[in-house]
């Protein structure tokens, strides 16, 4: 699979230092020594490109500063010599299945650059190469995540205005995916970044002292973009039975029951209720909890999903279909954990003061236990939530 995807493109391939193989395969033109690579080092125990900040990927690429990692490798910051701008370049570990993600994901985000005129919905792709065994993705430099943002803020919730605007843009981007037959299926707070790192300090309402004020920050613009395109799923291709990172996991995951565009929706709910709130909705790493942590928000699962989940979830359930909660529980921490939650909408009313009505029912929708009955991304974008701000 992975030779075909190869096979498809023309690749620039670096390889400065390889012995044994030819320095420049695609008769491209070495620059002068001071932008040469640096020389061959092994890869870490986990198959990571082994870097120095200042040094070169590729004689193009000067290596800035690191600026996320994660299973599938690691992002640098760079600048680009030749087209003299800031760009950010995933660098995939050197094995294989990521190697592979990645030709994937450079599909993906090629299909999405070319659909997207003005690009203002998905991180742009600007180019890609192989560089000694690491596909390495090159993309416009973006400012930081809404996560990054969140904690940086030290998890101050944002107005409901920006949420809004968060929101809307989204749900646009994912409404965009799904009418390309894309299932994103890795949506949350790490995966949506601004698009400028600029922000502002407003005074917050709290007051400690007389004398002592507190600020907070806001993104001096709502503008975002939609990244990690790398657990991407085709319409038509087999779906993995799992997906989603744990918090944003919808119900029909955990249950076994298959998976389809509605996952994507479930995610966006769960985000936008962080993104009020300043904390993941569902806190958990286990099923049962995570289970017990929906029904205490949400209401209890409907009866038809508890009795077409799979072998492996059907064990969370007793007969007649009731969860097995709290008497399945791992420790009185974790009934603790269940038990502090609220009713969405007094969640809601906690945190948010004005259109409290209309995002209530907006994520009702989008939290919809039933699959088939969740909103669409078009749908959701034709809520009064957004339609009608108050």
Known sequence: MEGTHTRKRLRLAWDVGLSGQEVNRFNVAIPEAHAASPPWREDDREGHYVFDLG???????????????????????????????????????????????????????????????????????????????????????????????????????????LVREFGRQLLEAVAYMHDLRLIHTDLKPENILLASSEYIKVPTCKRYSQDEIHFRCLPKSSAIKLIDFGSTAFENHDHNSIVSTRHYRAPEVILGLGWHYPCDLWSIGCILVELCTGEALFQTHENLEHLAMMERVLGPLPQHMVRGANGSASKYFKRGARLNWPEGSMSRLSIKAVRKLDRLKDLVSRHVEYSRSSLTDLLYGLLCFEPSERLTAREALNHPFFKNPV
Not at 96 to 123: F, P, Q, T, W
Not at 127 to 139: A, L, P, S
Request: hydrophobic share 35%.
């Open 55 to 161: 040094e070169n990927l590729t004689p193009r690429y000067k290596i800035l500063s690191k600026i996320g990692e994660g299973t599938f490798g690691r992002v640098l910051e760079c600048w680009d010599r030749e087209a003299r701008e800031y760009v950010a370049i995933k660098v995939v570990r050197s094995i294989r299945k990521y190697r592979h993600a990645a030709m994937i994901e450079i599909d993906v985000l090629n299909n999405l650059s070319k659909n997207d005129d003005d690009g203002s919905r998905c991180v742009q792709i600007r180019r890609w190469f192989d560089y000694r065994n690491h596909i390495c993705i090159v993309c416009e430099k973006l400012g930081p995540s809404l996560y990054d943002f969140l904690k940086k803020n030290k998890y101050c919730p944002f107005p409901v205005e």
